[in-house]
C-alpha cells in the first residue's frame, strides 16, 4: 500500500516488493507470514503423513519385513518430530499470526520483521532437520530421545539435538512476539475480560512455550555436548544420570502437550458461540481455566517417568497433580456443552470439526486420566495403549480443532467459502478413518503389543494382528479423507463462492473488516465496548432478551470529525530470510563438531543482526519518526 | 510498532515488554543448567572437584563485572540526559569491565584444564563447563551489544533521544550481572565452604 515505502537513504535501500513471490520472501506481514506458515504445514504434514503410512504397513501383519529395523526406527521418530514440532504447532502459529492481530484490533505484531524471521527459522529447521536422511540417516531415538541411547554416535540424534534447537528458536521468537502483542496493541477499550478466548488461549499457549523451551533447549544443549563433544552428562559410566534428561525432556514436554492442546480449544471456544448462536457458556471459567491448566502444566510431567527411578514419593504426588489438571479441562468441556445446549445449531464443517473436537478429546482425556493412577500406568508404559492416547488428544483434539479452524477462518483469508458437501465428506471421513486408526490401539495396547518396535511379534495372537489390520486401514480412510480436502482447499481458492464479509454472522473483531482482510487490516481502529464486540455492533436485545438486528450499516465506526488515520505499516525486509541461512552452517556445525561451520554460522547470524539494524526505516526510527514532529513521550514500539 | 500511535496498552514500549519477556525465558535457561550443576557437584568421577576453584581469583573478576552494572547505569543516565559523548565513555567503561571478566574466565578455563579438569572429564566438569559457559556467551553478546551501540551513535544512528536503546541493552547486561551473583554463590562459594568445613 502507499504508505509502505518511502525512500530514505541509508547502507541500503529496502525491497519494495508488493507483487511477486518476492512480496512473500521479503514480507513483514502477519497476514502473508500466517499463510506462508499455512502451506509449509501442509508439505510437513504430507511428509508426516507418509511416514504414518510406512509405519502401518509395516505393522499391518505380523512378523512382516517391509522397512528394515534401522529404516523404521528413523521413520518413527521423524513422523513424531514432524507431527509434534513441524505440524501441529506451527499450524497453531499460522493461526496466531492472522489472527492475534486481527481479533485484538491491531495492524500487525508488535515486531514484525522477529515475525519473518521466526517463520524462515522454522522452514530452515525443518528443512535442516529432514537433510538427515540425506546424510547419513535420520534421528533414530523416537521423538523424546532419552538418553544414554541417544547420546550413541549410530542413533544420529545430534540432528534431533540441533534441529529442534533451531525450531526453539523460532518459537521463542513468535511467544515473545506475540506476547507483547496482546498485552501491547489491543484496541481501546480491549480490557482482558473482553478477549476472545482464542486471544485468552493464545496467551498463555505462548506463556507456556516462553517458559518451557529454554528447559528443552538446556536439554538438547547437553545431548548435543555428550553425543558430539565429549561431556558427560548422560554417562552412567562416569556418574551421570540418564533421569536428569529425561526430567528435562518432560518438563518441557507436558506444558509441550497444552501448548499444542489450547490454541485448538481457543478456536472452538470461538466457533461454538458462533455456530450455536450463543455466547459462550461461562466466559470466565473457560479463561481460568485455560490459565489454570497453564499453570499447572507446569507441575505434572513426571507421570511420563512414573516407570523410571523417580521414587514413591514423587509418584504419588505427581498421581495427584496430573488428577488435579483433569479438573480444569472438564470445565472447559462442560462450557462447550452448555454453550451448544438450547442454541439454534447450525451444523456447518467449521461446527462440526468442532463437536468432534470434543468429544475425541474427551475420550483422549479419559485415557489419560488412566495414566495418573500409577499401577496402571506401569501396565501400560510404552504400550499402544499411550499410543491410542495421545493420538486421541492430539490428533482427535487439536488437530480437529485445528482443521475446524481453517474452515471457519478461510473466508476471511480469501473472502470464498469453502465447499460444504466436500467439507461434510471430509469431516465423516476423517472422524471414520481417525477412529479406525486409532480405537483399536487401545485394545492391541491393553493386549501387550509394545510401542517403537520394528516388527509386530506374532505371539501377541491373532486379535492383536487383527487390531493392527484394522489401524492400517485406517490410515487409508485418512489418506482419502486429507487428499478430499486438500481437493476441496485448492478448488475452493480458485473457484470458491464469494462468502461477504460475515459469512457465519460472526462474534469477535477479525469479522469487522472486510474479507479478504484488507492490507492495513483495519481503515479504522475500533473502539472496544464489549467482550464480543461484533455481534453488540450488529445485534440489541429486546426486553425479553431476544437479539434484534441493528440497522445495517450501524456496526461501522462512524465519526464524521475525525481525522484520516495515519497508517503505519511495517516495510519488508530482506534481513529475516538472509539472517536465518546462517542457521544452516551453525547446525551442521553442531552436528559434526566443526568449530568452523558454528564460527561461520555464529558470525552470519551477528553480520545478518547488523544489517537488521541499519536498514533504513520508511517512516524514520520509533523514536524519532520522518514525518511527523517529534514528540517527548512518543516511544510506542519497535518495527 | 506504528510511529503514529502514541500509547501501547500496557504504557510500556513494545522493545522493552520483549526485552522482559526475553529475560523471563532466559532465567529458566540458566536455572535448568545450575539445577543439572547442584545435582553433579560430587560426581566428579576421581577427578578434580569443587576444591579446584580459586576463589579470590573469582571474586576479582565476579566484583569487576558487578562494578560494571553501575557504569552500564551511567551509560543510561546519560543517554536519557542526551549526553551521547558522556554515553559513549560509559558503554566503553562497561564493555572493557566486561571484557576483563571474560579475561578472567579464559584464564580460569586454561588452569582447570591443565589441572585436569576438562568437559569430558566428569559430568561435574562438564555442567560447570557448559554453566559457566554460556554465561561467558552471555558476556560476550553483551560486550558486542554495548560496542554496537557505542559505533551506531558515533554514525548517528543512534541519536540523542533515543535513550531507550541504551536501556535495552542495560537491561540485558543486569541480567546477566544478576545471573552471575547465582552462579558465583551456588556454583563457587556455597560447595567451597561446605568443602572447607
Given at each position: 500500500m502507499s504508505s509502505s515505502t518511502v525512500e530514505k537513504s541509508g547502507f541500503s535501500g529496502r525491497p519494495k516488493g508488493e507483487s511477486g513471490i518476492g512480496a512473500w520472501l521479503t514480507t513483514t506481514d502477519h497476514k502473508k507470514i500466517g499463510i506462508m506458515y499455512f502451506f509449509t504445514v501442509l508439505v510437513f504434514f504430507a511428509l508426516g503423513g507418509a511416514e504414518s503410512g510406512l509405519i502401518r504397513a509395516q505393522l499391518a501383519q505380523a512378523e512382516q519385513n517391509l522397512l528394515t529395523e534401522e529404516i523404521y526406527n528413523q521413520v518413527f521418530t521423524m513422523h513424531g518430530i514432524t507431527m509434534v514440532f513441524l505440524v501441529v504447532m506451527p499450524l497453531s502459529a499460522a493461526f496466531f499470526n492472522y489472527l492475534i492481530p486481527l481479533m485484538i484490533g491491531a495492524r500487525d505484531v508488535a515486531f514484525p520483521r522477529l515475525n519473518a524471521f521466526s517463520y524462515w527459522v522454522y522452514l530452515f529447521g525443518g528443512i535442516f532437520l529432514y537433510s538427515s536422511f540425506l546424510l547419513g540417516g535420520a534421528p533414530n531415538g523416537s521423538w523424546v530421545g532419552y538418553a544414554p541411547l541417544s547420546t550413541d554416535a549410530v542413533s544420529n540424534m545430534a540432528f534431533y539435538a540441533a534441529g529442534l534447537n533451531i525450531v526453539g528458536v523460532s518459537s521463542l521468537a513468535a511467544a515473545i512476539n506475540f506476547i507483547v502483542t496482546i498485552l501491547n496493541m489491543r484496541a481501546p477499550g480491549m480490557t482482558f475480560m473482553r478477549m476472545p478466548v482464542f486471544i485468552w488461549m493464545s496467551l498463555v499457549t505462548n506463556f507456556l512455550l516462553l517458559f518451557a523451551l529454554p528447559i528443552i533447549a538446556v536439554a538438547l544443549f547437553m545431548l548435543n555436548a555428550d553425543a558430539v563433544f565429549g561431556a558427560q552428562f548422560f554417562e552412567p559410566g562416569t556418574g551421570g544420570d540418564p533421569v536428569l534428561y529425561q526430567h528435562l525432556f518432560w518438563l518441557f514436554g507436558h506444558p509441550e502437550v497444552y501448548i499444542m492442546i489450547l490454541p485448538a480449544m481457543g478456536i472452538v471456544s470461538e466457533i461454538l458461540p458462533v455456530g450455536a448462536r450463543k455466547p459462550l457458556f461461562g466466559y470466565a471459567a473457560v479463561v481460568f481455566a485455560g490459565a489454570a491448566i497453564g499453570f499447572i502444566g507446569f507441575g505434572v510431567w513426571a507421570h511420563h517417568m512414573f516407570?523410571?527411578?523417580?521414587g514413591p514419593v514423587a509418584r504419588s504426588a505427581f498421581a495427584l497433580s496430573t488428577m488435579f489438571i483433569a479438573v480444569p479441562t472438564g470445565i472447559k468441556i462442560f462450557n462447550w456443552v452448555f454453550t451448544m445446549w438450547g442454541g439454534k445449531l447450525r451444523f456447518t464443517t467449521p461446527m462440526l470439526f468442532s463437536i468432534g473436537f470434543i468429544s475425541m478429546f474427551t475420550i483422549g482425556g479419559l485415557s489419560g486420566v488412566t495414566h495418573a493412577i500409577v499401577p496402571h500406568n506401569a501396565q501400560q508404559h510404552d504400550t499402544y495403549y499411550v499410543v491410542a492416547h495421545f493420538h486421541y488428544v492430539l490428533f482427535g483434539g487439536a488437530l480437529f480443532g485445528l482443521i475446524g479452524g481453517v474452515y471457519y477462518w478461510f473466508p476471511k483469508v480469501t473472502g470464498k467459502l469453502m465447499s460444504e458437501k466436500l467439507g461434510k465428506v471430509h469431516f465423516w471421513t476423517w472422524l471414520l478413518g481417525f477412529n479406525l486408526t486409532f480405537g483399536p490401539m487401545h485394545m492391541s495396547g491393553l493386549l501387550g503389543q509394545p510401542r517403537r518396535t520394528a516388527v509386530l511379534p506374532g505371539e501377541l495372537g491373532g486379535t492383536v494382528e487383527i487390531y493392527n489390520l484394522l489401524s492400517s486401514l485406517g490410515v487409508v480412510v485418512l489418506t482419502v479423507s486429507a487428499l478430499v480436502f486438500l481437493f476441496n482447499l485448492i478448488a475452493s481458492i480458485k473457484g470458491g463462492v464469494p462468502s461477504g464479509n460475515d459469512p457465519w454472522d460472526a462474534r469477535t473483531l477479525e469479522w469487522l473488516t472486510p474479507s479478504p482482510t484488507p492490507y492495513e487490516n483495519f481503515p479504522i481502529i475500533p473502539t472496544v465496548t464489549h467482550r464480543d464486540e461484533f455481534w453488540h455492533r450488529k445485534y440489541a436485545e429486546d426486553d425479553a432478551g431476544k437479539a434484534i438486528p441493528v440497522p445495517a450499516g450501524a456496526a461501522e465506526d462512524h465519526d464524521a470529525d475525525a481525522e484520516p488515520e495515519h497508517i503505519h505499516m511495517p516495510d519488508p525486509s530482506y534481513w529475516p530470510l538472509v539472517q536465518t541461512l546462517g542457521f544452516f552452517p551453525f547446525g551442521y556445525g553442531l552436528v559434526y563438531g566443526n568449530f568452523w561451520l558454528i564460527g561461520i554460522g555464529l558470525a552470519w547470524l551477528v553480520i545478518g543482526l547488523y544489517g537488521w539494524i541499519i536498514e533504513p526505516l520508511a517512516e524514520g526510527d520509533d523514536d524519532d519518526p520522518v514525518d511527523e514532529p517529534a514528540r517527548p513521550g512518543a516511544r510506542a514500539g519497535a518495527h | 510498532m506504528a510511529a503514529g500511535v502514541e500509547t501501547t496498552t500496557m504504557g510500556l514500549d513494545h522493545r522493552k515488554l520483549g526485552m522482559w519477556t526475553f529475560l523471563g525465558s532466559e532465567f529458566l535457561f540458566f536455572g535448568a543448567f545450575v539445577s543439572a550443576y547442584l545435582l553433579y557437584l560430587d560426581t566428579t568421577a576421581g577427578g578434580p572437584g569443587v576444591e579446584i576453584f580459586d576463589i579470590p581469583f573469582t571474586s576479582i573478576s565476579s566484583f569487576v563485572l558487578l562494578m560494571s552494572s553501575l557504569t552500564m547505569v551511567l551509560a543510561h543516565h546519560a543517554h536519557a540526559q542526551g549526553d551521547l559523548r558522556r554515553m559513549r565513555l560509559w558503554i566503553l567503561a562497561t564493555a572493557g569491565q566486561g571484557a576483563v571478566f571474560l579475561g578472567g574466565q579464559v584464564f580460569e578455563f586454561n588452569v582447570f584444564v591443565r589441572e585436569g579438569l576438562t568437559i569430558s572429564e566428569s559430568p561435574f566438569a562438564s555442567s560447570f563447563y557448559v554453566l559457566t559457559g554460556f554465561h561467558g556467551m552471555h558476556v560476550f553478546v553483551g560486550i558486542l551489544l554495548l560496542m554496537s551501540v557505542y559505533v551506531l551513535s558515533l554514525i548517528g544512528k543512534i541519536k540523542p533521544t533515543q535513550h531507550v536503546k541504551t536501556e535495552m541493552i542495560g537491561l540485558y547486561w543486569h541480567f546477566v550481572d544478576i545471573v552471575w551473583v547465582v552462579i558465583f554463590t551456588v556454583v563457587y562459594l556455597i560447595p567451597e565452604i561446605a568443602v572447607l568445613e
Amino acid at each position: 500500500m502507499s504508505s509502505s515505502t518511502v525512500e530514505k537513504s541509508g547502507f541500503s535501500g529496502r525491497p519494495k516488493g508488493e507483487s511477486g513471490i518476492g512480496a512473500w520472501l521479503t514480507t513483514t506481514d502477519h497476514k502473508k507470514i500466517g499463510i506462508m506458515y499455512f502451506f509449509t504445514v501442509l508439505v510437513f504434514f504430507a511428509l508426516g503423513g507418509a511416514e504414518s503410512g510406512l509405519i502401518r504397513a509395516q505393522l499391518a501383519q505380523a512378523e512382516q519385513n517391509l522397512l528394515t529395523e534401522e529404516i523404521y526406527n528413523q521413520v518413527f521418530t521423524m513422523h513424531g518430530i514432524t507431527m509434534v514440532f513441524l505440524v501441529v504447532m506451527p499450524l497453531s502459529a499460522a493461526f496466531f499470526n492472522y489472527l492475534i492481530p486481527l481479533m485484538i484490533g491491531a495492524r500487525d505484531v508488535a515486531f514484525p520483521r522477529l515475525n519473518a524471521f521466526s517463520y524462515w527459522v522454522y522452514l530452515f529447521g525443518g528443512i535442516f532437520l529432514y537433510s538427515s536422511f540425506l546424510l547419513g540417516g535420520a534421528p533414530n531415538g523416537s521423538w523424546v530421545g532419552y538418553a544414554p541411547l541417544s547420546t550413541d554416535a549410530v542413533s544420529n540424534m545430534a540432528f534431533y539435538a540441533a534441529g529442534l534447537n533451531i525450531v526453539g528458536v523460532s518459537s521463542l521468537a513468535a511467544a515473545i512476539n506475540f506476547i507483547v502483542t496482546i498485552l501491547n496493541m489491543r484496541a481501546p477499550g480491549m480490557t482482558f475480560m473482553r478477549m476472545p478466548v482464542f486471544i485468552w488461549m493464545s496467551l498463555v499457549t505462548n506463556f507456556l512455550l516462553l517458559f518451557a523451551l529454554p528447559i528443552i533447549a538446556v536439554a538438547l544443549f547437553m545431548l548435543n555436548a555428550d553425543a558430539v563433544f565429549g561431556a558427560q552428562f548422560f554417562e552412567p559410566g562416569t556418574g551421570g544420570d540418564p533421569v536428569l534428561y529425561q526430567h528435562l525432556f518432560w518438563l518441557f514436554g507436558h506444558p509441550e502437550v497444552y501448548i499444542m492442546i489450547l490454541p485448538a480449544m481457543g478456536i472452538v471456544s470461538e466457533i461454538l458461540p458462533v455456530g450455536a448462536r450463543k455466547p459462550l457458556f461461562g466466559y470466565a471459567a473457560v479463561v481460568f481455566a485455560g490459565a489454570a491448566i497453564g499453570f499447572i502444566g507446569f507441575g505434572v510431567w513426571a507421570h511420563h517417568m512414573f516407570t523410571s527411578a523417580i521414587g514413591p514419593v514423587a509418584r504419588s504426588a505427581f498421581a495427584l497433580s496430573t488428577m488435579f489438571i483433569a479438573v480444569p479441562t472438564g470445565i472447559k468441556i462442560f462450557n462447550w456443552v452448555f454453550t451448544m445446549w438450547g442454541g439454534k445449531l447450525r451444523f456447518t464443517t467449521p461446527m462440526l470439526f468442532s463437536i468432534g473436537f470434543i468429544s475425541m478429546f474427551t475420550i483422549g482425556g479419559l485415557s489419560g486420566v488412566t495414566h495418573a493412577i500409577v499401577p496402571h500406568n506401569a501396565q501400560q508404559h510404552d504400550t499402544y495403549y499411550v499410543v491410542a492416547h495421545f493420538h486421541y488428544v492430539l490428533f482427535g483434539g487439536a488437530l480437529f480443532g485445528l482443521i475446524g479452524g481453517v474452515y471457519y477462518w478461510f473466508p476471511k483469508v480469501t473472502g470464498k467459502l469453502m465447499s460444504e458437501k466436500l467439507g461434510k465428506v471430509h469431516f465423516w471421513t476423517w472422524l471414520l478413518g481417525f477412529n479406525l486408526t486409532f480405537g483399536p490401539m487401545h485394545m492391541s495396547g491393553l493386549l501387550g503389543q509394545p510401542r517403537r518396535t520394528a516388527v509386530l511379534p506374532g505371539e501377541l495372537g491373532g486379535t492383536v494382528e487383527i487390531y493392527n489390520l484394522l489401524s492400517s486401514l485406517g490410515v487409508v480412510v485418512l489418506t482419502v479423507s486429507a487428499l478430499v480436502f486438500l481437493f476441496n482447499l485448492i478448488a475452493s481458492i480458485k473457484g470458491g463462492v464469494p462468502s461477504g464479509n460475515d459469512p457465519w454472522d460472526a462474534r469477535t473483531l477479525e469479522w469487522l473488516t472486510p474479507s479478504p482482510t484488507p492490507y492495513e487490516n483495519f481503515p479504522i481502529i475500533p473502539t472496544v465496548t464489549h467482550r464480543d464486540e461484533f455481534w453488540h455492533r450488529k445485534y440489541a436485545e429486546d426486553d425479553a432478551g431476544k437479539a434484534i438486528p441493528v440497522p445495517a450499516g450501524a456496526a461501522e465506526d462512524h465519526d464524521a470529525d475525525a481525522e484520516p488515520e495515519h497508517i503505519h505499516m511495517p516495510d519488508p525486509s530482506y534481513w529475516p530470510l538472509v539472517q536465518t541461512l546462517g542457521f544452516f552452517p551453525f547446525g551442521y556445525g553442531l552436528v559434526y563438531g566443526n568449530f568452523w561451520l558454528i564460527g561461520i554460522g555464529l558470525a552470519w547470524l551477528v553480520i545478518g543482526l547488523y544489517g537488521w539494524i541499519i536498514e533504513p526505516l520508511a517512516e524514520g526510527d520509533d523514536d524519532d519518526p520522518v514525518d511527523e514532529p517529534a514528540r517527548p513521550g512518543a516511544r510506542a514500539g519497535a518495527h | 510498532m506504528a510511529a503514529g500511535v502514541e500509547t501501547t496498552t500496557m504504557g510500556l514500549d513494545h522493545r522493552k515488554l520483549g526485552m522482559w519477556t526475553f529475560l523471563g525465558s532466559e532465567f529458566l535457561f540458566f536455572g535448568a543448567f545450575v539445577s543439572a550443576y547442584l545435582l553433579y557437584l560430587d560426581t566428579t568421577a576421581g577427578g578434580p572437584g569443587v576444591e579446584i576453584f580459586d576463589i579470590p581469583f573469582t571474586s576479582i573478576s565476579s566484583f569487576v563485572l558487578l562494578m560494571s552494572s553501575l557504569t552500564m547505569v551511567l551509560a543510561h543516565h546519560a543517554h536519557a540526559q542526551g549526553d551521547l559523548r558522556r554515553m559513549r565513555l560509559w558503554i566503553l567503561a562497561t564493555a572493557g569491565q566486561g571484557a576483563v571478566f571474560l579475561g578472567g574466565q579464559v584464564f580460569e578455563f586454561n588452569v582447570f584444564v591443565r589441572e585436569g579438569l576438562t568437559i569430558s572429564e566428569s559430568p561435574f566438569a562438564s555442567s560447570f563447563y557448559v554453566l559457566t559457559g554460556f554465561h561467558g556467551m552471555h558476556v560476550f553478546v553483551g560486550i558486542l551489544l554495548l560496542m554496537s551501540v557505542y559505533v551506531l551513535s558515533l554514525i548517528g544512528k543512534i541519536k540523542p533521544t533515543q535513550h531507550v536503546k541504551t536501556e535495552m541493552i542495560g537491561l540485558y547486561w543486569h541480567f546477566v550481572d544478576i545471573v552471575w551473583v547465582v552462579i558465583f554463590t551456588v556454583v563457587y562459594l556455597i560447595p567451597e565452604i561446605a568443602v572447607l568445613e
